[in-house]
C-alpha cells in the first residue's frame, strides 16, 4: 500500500471534500481523485462515496490503520535524522499541563527552550515525529507502575517523580471538611471532564475497576486555571496532584485515601538525547 496514496486518502476523508484535500496538500483535484481511484483499485473495495464525499464502511475501518500507520513513518523519519543531526543547542519540549510542575520548571535551561503545552495522547507522537526533543507526559498509575502510553514508535521511558492526588472541589461542598476520600465513594458524583487538563476521566474509572464518574461540564482547553475556577465555582469535582490541587482560592484539596493510587510523570524520548535535551534530561533524571 503506497503510503502517499493512503496520506491523501486520510486527508479527503478528514475534509470530506475533493477540492479541499487538493488544496491542503498542494495538487490538482485531478491528481487527488486518481490518486484514491488508484487506492481503491489496490484494496479491491470502494473507500469514498462522492456525493457526499464520506467514507464506505470499509473506508471507516482503513482510517483506523491509516493514521497509526502514517504516524509511524513519519517516527521512523525522524529517528533516523536525528542519528544523523548534529545536536542543536536549543529545546523543545512537549509537556501535559500537569506534568510541568517544580521539578520541571527548575530543570528547564535559561534560554533557547520551546515549550509546547499538549494533550496527553499528543505528546508522545510528538517525541516520536521529531517536533519536540523530549516529552513530559502524566496519569494516574499505582505507585512504581509505569504509565500505559500510546504504542506510536519505540520510546524510552523514565519515571520523573510521583505524588499524592486530591480531590478539588468547592470550600462549602459537604466533603470539604473530610481528612480523606475514596474514589468508590465518589461514582455518582458530579464531575469535570477535562481530558487536556486535569487527570482524564476514564482514568479514575479504570482505578475504580467500573464505570460511573459522569461527566457535569466538558473543558477541551489545557488551562489550569480554567480548571480549578470550574472546580471551585461547583461545576463538578476534578482530580488533580496535590501540588496543583492545594492552595486554590475558593476551594478545598481532599487527599485521595482509596484506591492506592499516585500522580506520575513521566519523561518520554527517542534514541540517545543530544545537547540540550540531554542535559535536561539528565537533570530530571537525578535523584536525591
Given at each position: 500500500?503506497?503510503?502517499?496514496l493512503l496520506r491523501t486518502y ?194 479514575l474509572r479504570a482505578a475504580n ?80
Amino acid at each position: 500500500m503506497d503510503p502517499h496514496l493512503l496520506r491523501t486518502y486520510v486527508t479527503v476523508a478528514r475534509l470530506a471534500s475533493f477540492s479541499e484535500a487538493a488544496r491542503e496538500l498542494g495538487y490538482t483535484q485531478s491528481a487527488v481523485s486518481q490518486q484514491i481511484a488508484a487506492l481503491e483499485q489496490d484494496l479491491g473495495v470502494p473507500l469514498l462515496t462522492r456525493r457526499p464525499v464520506a467514507p464506505t464502511t470499509a473506508g471507516e475501518r482503513l482510517l483506523e490503520h491509516a493514521e497509526p500507520l502514517l504516524l509511524r513513518l513519519e517516527a521512523a523519519r525522524a529517528d533516523v535524522a536525528r542519528m544523523a543531526a548534529a545536536p542543536e543547542h536549543g529545546l523543545t519540549l512537549a509537556v501535559t499541563p500537569t506534568a510541568l510542575g517544580p521539578r520541571t520548571v527548575a530543570a528547564l535551561p535559561t534560554a533557547g527552550v520551546t515549550l509546547r503545552v499538549l494533550a496527553r495522547d499528543e505528546v508522545p507522537a510528538a517525541v516520536a515525529t521529531g517536533t519536540a526533543d523530549l516529552g513530559l507526559v502524566d496519569g494516574l498509575a499505582a505507585p512504581s507502575d509505569p504509565l500505559r502510553l500510546p504504542d506510536v514508535a519505540p520510546l524510552t521511558t523514565h519515571g520523573v517523580s510521583e505524588e499524592p492526588v486530591c480531590v478539588l472541589l468547592p470550600a462549602s461542598h459537604p466533603l470539604a471538611g473530610r481528612a480523606g476520600l475514596r474514589l468508590g465513594d465518589l461514582v455518582d458524583a458530579r464531575w469535570l471532564d477535562a481530558p487536556g487538563s486535569g487527570l482524564p476521566l476514564d482514568q479514575l474509572r479504570a482505578a475504580n475497576g467500573g464505570g460511573g464518574f459522569r461527566p457535569a461540564l466538558r473543558y477541551d482547553g489545557t488551562d489550569l486555571r480554567t480548571l480549578t475556577a470550574l472546580a471551585v465555582a461547583g461545576h463538578g469535582l476534578a482530580l488533580l496532584p496535590r501540588t496543583v490541587a492545594t492552595g486554590v482560592p475558593g476551594g478545598a484539596a481532599v487527599l485521595l485515601v482509596a484506591p492506592r493510587v499516585v500522580h506520575r510523570t513521566e519523561l518520554v524520548h527517542g534514541g540517545s538525547p543530544r545537547g540540550a535535551a540531554a542535559a535536561m534530561a539528565d537533570r530530571l533524571l537525578e535523584r536525591g
